[in-house]
T-cell receptor, first 111, second 118 residues
Framework: RKEVEQDPGPFNVPEGATVAFNCTYSNSASQSFFWYRQDCRKEPKLLMSVYSSGNEDGRFTAQLNRASQYISLLIRDSKLSDSATYLCVVNGHFGNEKLTFGTGTRLTIIP | GAVVSQHPSRVICKSGTSVKIECRSLDFQATTMFWYRQFPKQSLMLMATSNEGSKATYEQGVEKDKFLINHASLTLSTLTVTSAHPEDSSFYIC??????????????FGPGTRLTVL
């Protein structure tokens, strides 16, 4: 089983729609969770950290369910500029600084 | 946010040659740098972790004699792909973490180096 699993997509969504991505992780001792976005042939960039209480940043909402080892990202009122690959990233248990990346979910916003 | 640069951004080389990739933290001191590799349509895979002044820690399956990592200063780490072969063609990305750069755990990524071995 992969350490971090995501639906690779692609998700083709009309502009203005709401889209949700899910991710599961296998290591129950994982401590930190993130969503990164990666544009084609570019480096990944941190979109947001994910906290147990859930957190929101503008149109983006991230949720963490530790019991189910499940992370989600919701994008509301999607824009053309949201087209990218979204990477679910998990940090190891305390003292383990490694980031483990999912394969990413490809999103295309259609005008 | 903190800035990390990589050089070169793109390199094409012949099979059997060695290629050096530089990773620099431009506005902070990077106590730890990470080297990743990403093949097309795959996730980033950590190759090694390097701390300034000490030997790099390689992930399982990564040959330390083939991928030489040097982290001689707090702002520079280099990855040398020795005797490169076509299967080493990939997108190599470094990241850095350190003092005064985001929170303690945040890694800042370089723009990547696309290596093509003919």
């Amino acid at each position: 089983r992969k350490e971090v699993e995501q639906d690779p997509g692609p998700f083709n969504v009309p502009e203005g729609a709401t889209v949700a991505f899910n991710c599961t992780y296998s290591n129950s001792a994982s401590q930190s969770f993130f969503w990164y976005r990666q544009d084609c042939r570019k480096e990944p960039k941190l979109l947001m950290s994910v906290y147990s209480s859930g957190n929101e940043d503008g149109r983006f909402t991230a949720q963490l369910n530790r019991a189910s080892q499940y992370i989600s990202l919701l994008i509301r009122d999607s824009k053309l500029s949201d087209s990218a690959t979204y990477l679910c990233v998990v940090n190891g248990h305390f003292g383990n600084e490694k980031l483990t990346f999912g394969t990413g979910t490809r999103l295309t916003i259609i005008p | 946010g903190a800035v990390v640069s990589q050089h070169p951004s793109r390199v094409i080389c012949k099979s059997g040659t060695s290629v050096k990739i530089e990773c620099r933290s431009l506005d902070f001191q990077a106590t730890t740098m990470f080297w990743y590799r990403q093949f097309p349509k795959q996730s980033l895979m950590l190759m090694a972790t390097s701390n300034e002044g000490s030997k790099a820690t390689y992930e399982q399956g990564v040959e330390k004699d083939k991928f030489l990592i040097n982290h001689a200063s707090l702002t520079l780490s280099t990855l040398t792909v020795t005797s490169a072969h076509p299967e080493d063609s990939s997108f190599y990305i470094c990241s850095a973490r350190g003092f005064l750069a985001g929170d303690d755990n945040e890694q800042f990524f370089g723009p990547g180096t696309r290596l093509t071995v003919l």
